[in-house]
């Protein structure tokens, strides 16, 4: 089912997205930000349209630790909550995001966002992989189907433009009907050592021998302005740093930000602001190529409040 609020962009396609009764497990990605709280009320709808078991949702939040902004975590829960739904929080082992910068010695940047990948999508996967033996304990036999929902809307972003709302993550390791001919295309090029053309092979998606994954955005099309409206109906708490002038609740510092949103962060969050510029000192690698924490954390402290934060995208 396709929501009505749709945007006017040039989108990759609108499908009519997943059956969401034919998953065993529907995996719902929450930040305690808008656009999770948006996504979660979407799913909910959709979900009871379809009859699925509530015990088949469970909603996970991806704990970056000190990173993030002061209750967030429980922010989220909050909102799995309100629908009576499982809450589950996964998190890298071995430290924070905090602790991860100084061990590389270096900030994740747009071209290598590891945070994402380390602090977001590797432990959610592991998640995956525990649900999938809880089936099995359960009694199931056969690949277990999981449906990965995220609240990532084409509006934020060109790359997120070009992403379709409802796809498959394929795997070099998944048997279904639609990876097994991509990675024999792509053995061929192997074979003859040659690279992979991208876009070829099956992907690096969490599809495997055990689990097929599908991934759905189901506020995919939806503008800020429709996400805005959906939150203030749901009558659910929003985070603080929404009613401080965030535009977005990602890090507290997040290296995508745009430079007023950083100065106001460093202006609300002056200790975390100074841990990370001595982390910057020690390394020897700015915070951004453009942009070092010590910049910023001196702009926050000669400007009056900044009232004014530009969004950005990513």
């Known amino acids: 089912m396709t929501s009505s609020r749709q945007m006017t962009l040039e989108l990759p396609g609108i499908d009519d997205g997943p059956d969401l009764a ?16 948006a996504m979660l009320d979407e799913l909910d709808r959709q ?35 309100a629908f009576g739904l499982r809450f589950e929080v996964v998190a890298r082992k071995g430290g924070d995001l905090i602790d991860r910068i100084e061990e590389r010695g270096m900030f994740p940047d747009a071209d290598n966002r590891w945070c994402t990948s380390d602090f977001k999508r590797g432990p959610v996967r592991t998640l995956m992989t525990r649900l999938v033996q809880e089936s099995a304990k359960a009694g199931h036999t056969g690949r277990v189907r999981i449906l990965n929902v995220m609240g990532i809307r084409a509006e934020e972003s060109p790359a997120r ?20 001919p991509r990675r024999a295309k792509a053995e061929k090029y192997k074979a003859r050592k040659q690279p992979v053309p991208k876009g070829v092979g099956p992907g690096w998606g969490a599809s495997n ?3 097929h994954v599908d991934v759905w955005y189901p506020v995919h099309a939806w503008s800020e302005l429709d996400v805005w409206a959906a939150v203030e109906v749901s009558g659910r708490r929003k985070h603080p740093a929404y009613l401080a002038g965030m535009p ?10 745009s430079k007023s949103a950083l100065v106001l962060s460093a202006q609300l969050n002056p200790e975390p602001a100074a841990r990370l510029a001595r982390i910057e000192k020690k390394i020897g690698h700015r915070f951004r190529n ?3 924490m010590a910049e910023i954390i001196a702009e926050a402290e000669r400007s009056p409040r900044v009232d004014a934060v530009a969004c950005w995208q990513g």
């Open 47 to 81: 979900a009871n349209a379809a009859g699925v078991p509530r015990d088949r949702i469970v909603c996970v939040h991806a704990d970056l630790g000190r990173a993030e902004w002061e209750g967030t975590r429980e922010l989220a829960a909050e909102h799995a909550a």
């Open 22 to 37: 034919s998953y065993r497990w529907i995996l719902a990605n929450i930040s305690g930000g808008k656009d999770s709280m």
């Open 290 to 292: 453009d942009l070092s």
């Open 161 to 180: 433009r070009k992403l379709l709302a409802f796809t498959h993550e394929g795997a070099w390791t998944c048997p279904c009907d639609a990876c097994v």
């Open 248 to 257: 977005r609740l990602s890090c507290m510092f997040c290296v995508l930000a």
């Open 209 to 211: 021998t055990l689990r």
